[in-house]
């Protein structure tokens, strides 16, 4: 038994090099494939801010109004909250451009509507409205977008597929 013992432990020792070579070999393979995926996330896909602002914050800001205008204070929570991460989307994927050091002027704005949601304040929401549409002009001029003049919306609906 004692023979058998000392076999199988010769034995493995002797497979102790060929192990930590496969696992080596795998490891370099195994950090090849995570340098080969870290290039592509270089060359993923980022939305421009143009993007972010015409398919999150536009709609989202519509859709907010007509929330609030219809009293449905869960709906404008919810719009609002989408609204806000539209903004952070553009401070996250263009960090240090002027959009992304501009968005921080809105977020006081998003603030007082969030209050006037809470309290369901429809006089202080559309106040708080106005005062948001005119902050986004303001950020329009000052990153040269003055010629992309917001409003604060209509009365029709253009999301007729939603009731608010």
Same mark, same amino acid.
């Given at each position: 038994?004692?023979?058998?013992?000392?076999?199988?432990?010769?034995?493995?020792?002797?497979?102790?090099?060929?192990?930590?070579?496969?696992?080596?070999?795998?490891?370099?393979?195994?950090?090849?494939?995570?340098?080969?995926?870290? +290039?592509?996330? *270089?060359?993923?896909?980022? $939305?421009?801010?143009?993007? /972010?602002?015409?398919? @999150?914050? #536009?709609?989202?800001?519509?859709?907010?109004?007509?929330?609030?205008?219809?009293?449905?204070?869960?709906?404008?929570?919810?719009?609002?909250?989408?609204?806000?991460?539209?903004?952070?989307?553009?401070?996250?994927?263009?960090?240090?451009?002027?959009? +992304?050091?501009? *968005?921080?002027?809105?977020? $006081?704005?998003?603030?007082? /509507?969030?209050?006037? @949601?809470? #309290?369901?304040?429809?006089?202080?929401?559309?106040?708080?409205?106005?005062?948001?549409?005119?902050?986004?002009?303001?950020?329009?001029?000052?990153?040269?977008?003055?010629?992309?003049?917001?409003?604060?919306?209509?009365?029709?609906?253009?999301?007729?597929?939603?009731?608010?």
């Amino acid at each position: 038994m004692k023979r058998v013992s000392v076999i199988i432990i010769v034995f493995l020792s002797s497979l102790a090099p060929l192990i930590s070579c496969n696992q080596e070999s795998g490891n370099k393979k195994l950090q090849h494939k995570i340098d080969s995926l870290q +290039a592509e996330i *270089v060359k993923a896909y980022v $939305p421009g801010t143009g993007e /972010i602002m015409s398919n @999150i914050v #536009q709609p989202h800001h519509y859709k907010l109004w007509l929330a609030g205008e219809n009293k449905n204070w869960e709906l404008a929570k919810y719009e609002s909250h989408l609204l806000a991460g539209g903004f952070k989307r553009i401070q996250k994927y263009h960090r240090g451009t002027t959009e +992304a050091t501009a *968005v921080p002027m809105i977020y $006081p704005q998003l603030d007082a /509507i969030d209050l006037a @949601i809470r #309290q369901h304040d429809q006089k202080q929401f559309d106040s708080s409205f106005v005062l948001l549409t005119g902050a986004c002009n303001t950020c329009h001029q000052a990153t040269n977008y003055g010629f992309n003049v917001i409003t604060v919306p209509g009365v029709k609906s253009g999301f007729e597929n939603q009731k608010f």
